[in-house]
């Protein structure tokens, strides 16, 4: 189940934004694939957070579903999680264009699985759901390329569900307008490896 674990606090990190104070919230899908077991899985993401120059508060939720899988054609195996965030952070401006970045935060992780009889529909699963609160924690390093486009890498340790989890991420975010971003980005955490889509809306 470690996989579950750490999928389920996959977004489970901060979007900073140094050196101004303003408010955002930001909608993102994501999709990848379990390279193990050659299963996909995809999800969405909602975060917000308020800056206060270098200083951040953020939260967000996020829930993750992997495809389900049929056992001998006679049961099909569906799982996923939900986990909810808050957190802060900070930023120090080590150049121009460049901050260092780090965040911890609180995390409660649900993991839910269940096997469907096939025959008549019904749940027969005897894995039991798992729920648990944990803490995370970031680094990681900002680029501002331009002034609509910008660059981050992040690495985030993870300790929840009695699990300890490491996963990097790589985002790129262009700004269309002052108030809206879009960004792409590539998550591995590892070895189950996902790419993002998200819109952000700075008010």
């Not at 929840?160 to 790129?172: E, H, S, T, Y």
Request: hydrophobic share 40%; aromatic share 14%; glycine share 12%.
């Amino acid at each position: 189940m470690k996989m579950l674990y750490t999928l389920a606090l996959l977004g489970a990190s901060p979007a900073f934004s140094a050196n101004d104070n303003h408010c955002y919230i930001e909608a993102g899908y994501f999709q990848g694939e379990i390279k193990t077991i050659g299963i996909d899985f995809d999800g969405f993401e909602l975060r917000a957070g308020q800056t206060f120059g270098n200083w951040m508060l953020f939260g967000g939720y996020e829930q993750t579903d992997i495809a389900p899988l049929d056992i001998a054609g006679l049961f099909r195996l569906e799982s996923g999680s939900d986990s909810l965030r808050i957190g802060g952070g900070y930023a120090w401006p080590v150049h121009g264009r460049v901050d260092l970045v780090s965040g911890a935060g609180l995390v409660k992780a649900d993991i839910y699985t269940g096997v469907i009889d096939l025959a008549n529909g019904n749940d027969v699963s005897i894995i039991p759901d798992e729920s648990d609160n944990g803490y995370f924690v970031v680094v990681g390093v900002r680029g501002r390329f331009t002034e609509k486009l910008e660059g981050e890498f992040r690495h985030r340790f993870t300790n929840v569900l009695a699990d300890r989890a490491n996963d990097w991420r790589v985002d790129l975010r262009y700004a269309i307008t002052p108030a809206f971003a879009i960004g792409i980005g590539y998550r591995d955490f590892e070895g189950d490896v996902a790419s993002t889509a998200d819109l952000r809306w700075n008010f």
